[in-house]
């Protein structure tokens, strides 16, 4: 079975500072892999896929995330936040033959002023 | 419309009523999700509509869920005997092919269960 991990609860960063979040998974192919915002009264909005190629993919807003198969992690980066990127973020996992994703259970990012 | 629509926004539920949950997919959108979400978690897939043909209905947790999509476009949750544990944000989303390669997710509608 997939499973996806976020290690962190909660984040804190400044404006303008870097950000990464950690996402680890486990799957037994290569899977698909998706980061997803959610913020507050409002759907989730993906940022970025990976489903094979180039590991290192770019999203909206800014964002990119590296798949290291070795490592079986996709960590989403920003160089230079915003406050308007305060939310919550879902990593997630998917495999092809199947349907559904396996969402990890999310951090919260603050950005401070 | 534009984007993903679900209703009601917010429902509130005596233990034991049965409630029904709607979403307005995108217009075209071939296949439809439901996931629900507990507070704090991350979304935990219900089930799974291609056109209007259920493909996969894997995580519905019971017998007391159900779900229908007849004409291939709006599609309705129903939950019997509500329960404490149902109290969730049930979320659906949509996309235009046969995959998850870009869903598009509603509000929710945030269940309470009293």
């Known amino acids: 079975a997939q499973s996806v991990t976020q290690p962190d609860i909660h984040i804190t960063v400044s404006e303008g500072a870097s950000l990464e979040l950690r996402c680890n998974y486990s799957y037994g192919a290569t899977p698909y892999l998706f980061w997803y915002v959610q913020s507050p009264g409002q759907g989730l909005q993906l940022l970025l896929k990976y489903f094979s190629g180039d590991t290192l993919v770019q999203g909206i807003k800014g964002f990119e995330a590296e798949f290291k198969r070795s490592q079986s992690s996709f960590n989403l980066r920003k160089p230079s936040v915003h406050w308007s990127d305060a939310a919550e973020y879902f990593c997630?996992?998917?495999?092809?033959?199947?349907?559904?994703?396996?969402f990890g259970s999310g951090t919260q990012l603050t950005v401070l002023p | 419309g534009a984007g993903v629509s679900q209703s009601p926004r917010y429902k509130v539920a005596k233990r034991g009523q049965d409630v029904a949950l709607r979403c307005d997919p995108i217009s075209g959108h071939v296949s439809l999700f439901w996931y629900q979400q507990a507070l704090g978690q991350g979304p935990e897939f219900l089930t799974y509509f291609q056109n209007e043909a259920q493909l996969d209905k894997s995580g519905l947790p019971s017998d007391r869920f159900f779900a229908e999509r007849p004409e291939g476009s709006v599609s309705t949750l129903k939950i019997q005997r509500t329960q404490q544990e149902d109290s969730a944000v049930y979320l659906c989303?949509?996309?235009?092919?046969?995959?998850?390669?870009?869903?598009?997710f509603g509000s929710g509608t945030q269940l309470s269960v009293l």
């Open positions: 989303a949509s996309s235009l092919g046969q995959g998850h390669e870009k869903l598009f």
């Open positions: 997630a996992v998917g495999a092809n033959s199947a349907r559904q994703l396996t």
